[in-house]
């Protein structure tokens, strides 16, 4: 995360009656180093763990899944290894098979492995997946996701309808929690090409974009009093 980016988070944390949240596929411990700002709602591996002023999270069905994920990771290991640029990483709750880097050439293959080697847990329906940017999401067969993760969240936080959401995405994976945001009357900001077809009703183009819409939230929150005190 840029430091500037960093900083506007921080100074967000630091006013009065907002509150900050990440959520994301990531595994929480791997999310809360990228980030590195104490205080703020952390929601991991699609919400299947979270912790924040609510204390810690950790979805039951998702840690009883963790010996058939490990199971899952050496198979699809196996069935990925040979082919360059593609590697799994296993994030205990969730698995994710990451193909950026692999020629379009070779992803036919890779795509025929990977399907292979998916299909009798997904016929037996002990996991799922969803498709991200350049990766294949694996996750327990589980009606949890990052949109009802932050519904979770808001509740425990006492939230109710005055409460303003906004919520910015950039992945297929965001459109739940934009869907949960729009039904709660909230903003919903899509980060990339306005082309993308997307649950968000707001586009910025790119992260510089959110430094700056960030940089103007941060001003716009500021209390009157400090604002009447500076003019």
Same mark, same amino acid.
């Given at each position: 995360?840029?430091?500037?980016? +960093? &900083?506007?988070?921080?100074?967000?944390?630091?006013?009065?009656?907002?509150?900050?949240?990440? /959520?994301?596929?990531?595994?929480?411990?791997?999310?809360?180093?990228?980030?590195?700002? @104490? !205080?703020?709602?952390?929601?991991?591996?699609?919400?299947?763990?979270?912790?924040?002023?609510? !204390?810690?999270?950790?979805?039951?069905?998702?840690?009883?899944?963790?010996?058939?994920?490990? *199971?899952?990771?050496?198979?699809?290991?196996?069935?990925?290894?040979?082919? #360059?640029?593609?590697?799994?990483?296993?994030?205990?709750?969730?698995?994710?098979?990451?193909?950026?880097?692999?020629?379009?050439?070779?992803? #036919?293959?890779?795509?025929?492995?990977? +399907?292979? &080697?998916? *299909? #009798?847990?997904?016929?037996? @329906?002990?996991?799922? /997946?969803? @498709?991200?940017?350049?990766?294949?999401?694996?996750?327990?067969?589980?009606?949890?996701?990052?949109?009802?993760?932050?519904?979770?969240?808001? @509740?425990?936080?006492?939230?109710?309808?005055?409460?303003?959401?906004?919520?910015? !995405?950039?992945?297929?994976?965001?459109?739940?929690?934009?869907? /949960? /945001?729009?039904?709660?009357? !909230?903003?919903?900001?899509?980060?990339?090409?306005?082309?993308?077809?997307?649950?968000?009703?707001?586009?910025?183009?790119?992260?510089?974009?959110?430094?700056?819409?960030?940089?103007?939230?941060?001003?716009?929150?500021?209390?009157?009093?400090?604002?009447?005190?500076?003019?």
């Amino acid at each position: 995360m840029p430091d500037r980016a +960093r &900083a506007l988070l921080k100074q967000l944390r630091n006013t009065p009656r907002v509150s900050v949240g990440i /959520v994301s596929g990531r595994r929480l411990q791997d999310l809360k180093r990228c980030v590195c700002v @104490r !205080g703020l709602s952390y929601i991991g591996n699609h919400g299947l763990e979270a912790e924040g002023p609510y !204390g810690r999270y950790l979805h039951p069905l998702a840690r009883r899944s963790r010996p058939l994920l490990k *199971q899952l990771a050496r198979k699809l290991r196996r069935a990925v290894e040979l082919i #360059p640029g593609a590697w799994v990483e296993d994030k205990e709750l969730t698995l994710s098979v990451h193909y950026r880097r692999v020629s379009i050439t070779h992803r #036919p293959v890779l795509r025929r492995n990977f +399907r292979n &080697a998916m *299909q #009798p847990y997904e016929d037996k @329906r002990h996991v799922r /997946v969803c @498709r991200g940017k350049a990766i294949w999401e694996i996750r327990p067969d589980i009606r949890w996701h990052k949109g009802l993760a932050i519904r979770w969240a808001l @509740r425990r936080m006492h939230a109710n309808r005055s409460t303003l959401v906004i919520c910015l !995405g950039d992945d297929r994976t965001d459109e739940d929690a934009f869907h /949960v /945001v729009n039904h709660h009357g !909230g903003l919903s900001i899509f980060v990339g090409r306005r082309s993308t077809r997307t649950a968000a009703r707001y586009w910025l183009k790119n992260p510089r974009e959110v430094q700056k819409w960030l940089a103007d939230l941060c001003h716009a929150c500021q209390p009157l009093n400090a604002t009447e005190g500076g003019a």
